[in-house]
């Protein structure tokens, strides 16, 4: 087991763990969580070695394995690819290299002698293990992990040196999986990922026999992998009894709790206090006041735990409006400079208003070069890029987040991303509805969190608001709260949105289409991430059937009834939406008043129940009927995806 004993550490005067005590035992998959910065990674330095506690012991058993992925040495880079990612176990080769001794001695030895029974004995033992840490094995099993997560075959005897970083730790991701160690850390081994291969990880990992530390922002990993929580936050490590749902409900159960806890204890400590300050000058009740202030101190305040991330809303503006058609791909075909091959060729795809399409595919399969053609900032070498009527695009670069001026402040940037002739008077209200008010809207970009340089993009972006947003990896460096607000926020944007992102239950909360990158061509699939994910399991393994043959007037009328069929789900669909719409915002209200009513009750002493009961009954009355038509609309609305997505693929 792996055992924290009263462990401290503080980076510049700064506390990450305070008296921290805890018990990981053997096989629990654990996933760690907690705001950026909060001492996730130096958990697992302390547990590796790489970090020393300031005070307290951290206790390893010896004769385990650890598996880390961490950044590649620069000694390995020269080495091919398929001979790194084999190299997966180093003791191997001290141990190889003594069994070929070994083997030498004993070839050497005269029959008979006495040191040969040992030799013998030595020589077996040391097979055994070879064998059971899978000596044999390690190259084949390199080679599929590879494969699996997105390097090409003819790629495997190319030096790591030739590859970028993110394909180098896809090469660390690999040869820490398949030494198969009896500890594995993982931090965050999503970030190289794309989509397929997060995947593939995710049932590898499944698998896995071993303790299992996975530090990660991506749900889908920690739902899928993990059966435990352990939060790190504000210098405290605390355990939670299940998985990622279950942790997020008894987090919240809990802070309910200590706020209920905390409101009685302020309430006694106030009692006292009032007390003291009445009966203290009072020679009868001295003693008695003396009494309360020992009682008074003897309170311990009950802690709040700290928030988990940025708390604010991410409110986007309604989009102006556009025509039925937000943009347009006419055989559009793109090679790079000085390559031979078509990133992506003859590509043909019709974007509606109001779409939420997310890009999918290995990295490489150009989902960053399609949003570039849309965007104009790469221009097509055959075909057109056609925006709709009225679409005005907001384009947010992977990389843009990283290339902020530094010495210019929140406020500087979103001025300059103002058109010609714009007024002024609207960044307040744009700052603020990406949490930046105040004070806040003159700090400098440079102490920006990843997390604030994302919402300041989005800023720029809605400076003028668009209604069209073409979104690179928009997750970027945010922590599960922040992903969570920006894709409830893009689920209720009005307008259309094209995002490519590797975080599974970002792309399955915000989109409801998928363009599939299937190179040099795409394929469209006309419903959410698991719509796609059971056709593309259907068309990966199709019945065979006979060729039919349709003439061209057969084939027209199929359109032309498609056509149809769709433009008569496209008003119920709009009206559907629309009344899910006004439910979701009438619960809202409701829940709301709920709460404020709920509020004044702690604050106001003298209290009209009578009143306030009857307006809590009218309002649960009215949820619950609200609730009932919400839950006929959205069904209703199921159906239609669910038919419209029939008719695109019929």
């Given at each position: 087991?792996?055992?924290?004993?009263?462990?401290?550490?503080?980076?510049?005067?700064?506390?990450?763990?305070?008296e921290?005590?805890?018990?990981?035992?053997?096989?629990d998959?654990?996933?760690?969580?907690?705001?950026?910065?909060?001492?996730?990674?130096?958990?697992?330095s302390?547990?590796?070695?790489?970090?020393?506690?300031?005070?307290?012991?951290?206790?390893?058993?010896?004769?385990?394995?650890?598996?880390?992925?961490?950044?590649?040495?620069?000694?390995?880079?020269?080495?091919?690819l398929?001979?790194?990612?084999a190299?997966?176990?180093?003791e191997?080769?001290m141990?190889?290299?003594?069994?070929?001794?070994?083997?030498?001695?004993?070839?050497?030895?005269?029959?008979?002698a006495?040191?040969?029974?040992?030799?013998?004995?030595?020589h077996?033992?040391?097979?055994?293990?070879?064998?059971?840490?899978g000596?044999?094995?390690?190259?084949?099993?390199?080679?599929?992990?590879?494969?699996?997560?997105?390097?090409?075959?003819?790629?495997?005897?190319?030096?790591?040196?030739?590859?970028?970083?993110?394909?180098?730790m896809?090469?660390?991701?690999?040869?820490?999986?398949?030494?198969?160690?009896?500890?594995?850390?993982?931090?965050?081994?999503?970030?190289?990922?794309?989509?397929?291969?997060?995947?593939?990880?995710?049932?590898?990992?499944?698998?896995?026999?071993?303790?299992?530390?996975?530090?990660?922002?991506?749900?889908y990993?920690?739902?899928?992998?993990?059966?435990?929580?352990?939060?790190?936050?504000?210098?405290t490590?605390?355990?939670?009894?299940?998985?990622?749902?279950?942790?997020?409900?008894?987090?919240?159960?809990?802070?309910?709790?200590?706020?209920?806890?905390?409101?009685?204890?302020?309430?006694?400590?106030?009692?006292?206090?009032?007390?003291?300050?009445?009966?203290?000058?009072?020679?009868?009740?001295?003693?008695?006041?003396?009494?309360?202030?020992?009682?008074?101190?003897?309170?311990?305040?009950i802690?709040?735990?700290?928030?988990?991330?940025?708390?604010?809303?991410?409110?986007?503006?309604?989009?102006?409006?556009?025509?039925?058609?937000?943009?347009?791909?006419?055989?559009?075909?793109?090679?790079?400079?000085?390559?031979?091959?078509?990133?992506?060729?003859?590509?043909?795809?019709?974007?509606?208003?109001?779409?939420?399409?997310?890009?999918?595919?290995?990295?490489?399969?150009?989902?960053?070069t399609?949003?570039?053609?849309?965007?104009?900032?790469?221009?097509?070498?055959?075909?057109?890029?056609?925006?709709?009527?009225?679409?005005?695009?907001?384009?947010?670069?992977?990389?843009?987040?990283?290339?902020?001026?530094?010495?210019?402040?929140?406020?500087?940037?979103?001025?300059?991303?103002?058109?010609?002739?714009?007024?002024?008077?609207e960044?307040?209200?744009?700052?603020?509805?990406?949490?930046?008010?105040?004070?806040?809207?003159?700090?400098?970009?440079?102490?920006?969190?990843?997390?604030?340089?994302?919402?300041?993009?989005?800023?720029?972006?809605?400076?003028?608001?668009?209604?069209?947003?073409?979104?690179?990896?928009?997750?970027?460096?945010?922590?599960?709260?922040?992903?969570?607000?920006?894709?409830?926020?893009?689920?209720?944007?009005?307008?259309?949105?094209?995002?490519?992102?590797?975080?599974?239950?970002?792309?399955?909360?915000?989109?409801?289409g998928?363009?599939?990158?299937?190179?040099?061509?795409?394929?469209?699939?006309?419903?959410?991430?698991?719509?796609?994910?059971?056709?593309?399991?259907?068309?990966?393994?199709?019945?065979?059937?006979?060729?039919?043959?349709?003439?061209?007037?057969?084939?027209?009328?199929?359109?032309?009834?498609?056509?149809?069929?769709?433009?008569?789900?496209?008003?119920?669909r709009?009206?559907?939406?629309?009344?899910?719409?006004?439910?979701?915002?009438?619960?809202?209200?409701?829940?709301?008043?709920?709460?404020?009513?709920?509020?004044?009750?702690?604050?106001?002493?003298?209290?009209?129940?009578?009143?306030?009961?009857?307006?809590?009954?009218?309002?649960?009355?009215?949820?619950e009927?609200?609730?009932?038509?919400?839950?006929?609309?959205?069904?209703?609305?199921?159906?239609?995806?669910?038919?419209?997505?029939?008719i695109?693929?019929?």
């Amino acid at each position: 087991m792996i055992e924290f004993q009263n462990v401290c550490k503080s980076f510049g005067g700064e506390e990450i763990f305070k008296e921290t005590t805890l018990r990981i035992n053997p096989g629990d998959r654990i996933g760690i969580v907690g705001p950026n910065g909060a001492g996730k990674s130096t958990f697992f330095s302390l547990i590796t070695g790489e970090g020393l506690p300031d005070r307290g012991t951290v206790i390893v058993p010896r004769d385990h394995r650890i598996g880390y992925l961490k950044q590649l040495p620069a000694d390995h880079l020269e080495r091919s690819l398929i001979d790194f990612t084999a190299d997966a176990i180093p003791e191997l080769k001290m141990m190889i290299a003594e069994l070929k001794e070994l083997e030498h001695r004993m070839s050497e030895l005269q029959p008979g002698a006495p040191e040969a029974a040992a030799l013998l004995e030595r020589h077996g033992r040391l097979q055994t293990r070879i064998e059971h840490l899978g000596a044999y094995r390690l190259r084949v099993e390199a080679e599929a992990a590879l494969g699996n997560l997105g390097f090409a075959p003819e790629a495997l005897n190319r030096p790591l040196s030739a590859f970028s970083g993110g394909w180098q730790m896809r090469a660390a991701l690999a040869r820490v999986l398949i030494a198969q160690p009896d500890i594995l850390l993982l931090d965050e081994p999503s970030n190289y990922l794309d989509i397929p291969a997060v995947e593939w990880l995710c049932r590898f990992l499944k698998s896995f026999a071993g303790t299992l530390l996975l530090i990660s922002h991506d749900r889908y990993l920690l739902r899928k992998l993990t059966n435990l929580t352990l939060e790190i936050n504000g210098g405290t490590a605390t355990r939670y009894a299940g998985d990622y749902d279950y942790y997020r409900t008894e987090r919240e159960n809990r802070r309910r709790a200590l706020e209920a806890a905390k409101r009685n204890q302020d309430r006694k400590k106030e009692h006292l206090a009032r007390g003291i300050e009445r009966f203290r000058a009072k020679a009868t009740k001295a003693a008695q006041a003396r009494s309360w202030q020992k009682a008074l101190d003897k309170i311990e305040d009950i802690e709040l735990p700290p928030e988990l991330g940025y708390q604010g809303a991410i409110r986007f503006p309604p989009p102006p409006p556009s025509g039925a058609e937000a943009i347009r791909l006419e055989d559009v075909s793109f090679t790079y400079p000085g390559k031979t091959e078509p990133v992506l060729r003859d590509i043909s795809l019709g974007i509606e208003r109001g779409e939420k399409l997310a890009f999918v595919g290995y990295n490489g399969t150009g989902k960053t070069t399609l949003l570039k053609l849309m965007a104009g900032v790469l221009r097509p070498q055959t075909g057109r890029v056609i925006p709709g009527h009225h679409t005005v695009i907001g384009y947010q670069a992977q990389e843009f987040a990283d290339i902020l001026p530094p010495e210019q402040s929140v406020y500087d940037v979103l001025r300059g991303a103002l058109p010609p002739g714009a007024s002024l008077k609207e960044l307040p209200n744009v700052a603020g509805s990406f949490g930046f008010s105040g004070e806040a809207m003159h700090k400098p970009c440079k102490v920006l969190s990843g997390g604030e340089k994302i919402r300041l993009c989005f800023g720029r972006i809605f400076v003028n608001p668009p209604n069209l947003l073409l979104l690179d990896e928009p997750t970027t460096h945010l922590d599960v709260a922040a992903r969570e607000l920006l894709q409830e926020a893009l689920r209720r944007y009005e307008g259309t949105v094209c995002v490519v992102s590797h975080d599974i239950e970002f792309v399955r909360n915000v989109a409801t289409g998928i363009i599939a990158m299937e190179p040099p061509r795409i394929r469209k699939y006309f419903g959410n991430y698991d719509y796609y994910l059971e056709k593309s399991a259907a068309n990966a393994a199709p019945e065979t059937k006979k060729p039919e043959t349709v003439s061209v007037d057969a084939a027209r009328a199929r359109r032309q009834e498609r056509a149809r069929k769709r433009n008569e789900l496209a008003a119920e669909r709009r009206k559907t939406e629309q009344a899910v719409a006004r439910c979701e915002a009438e619960m809202a209200r409701l829940e709301a008043r709920q709460q404020e009513i709920t509020q004044e009750l702690t604050v106001n002493s003298r209290p009209d129940f009578a009143t306030i009961n009857r307006e809590l009954f009218e309002i649960q009355n009215k949820l619950e009927s609200t609730m009932k038509q919400w839950e006929r609309a959205a069904a209703r609305l199921e159906e239609i995806l669910a038919e419209n997505a029939r008719i695109h693929q019929d």
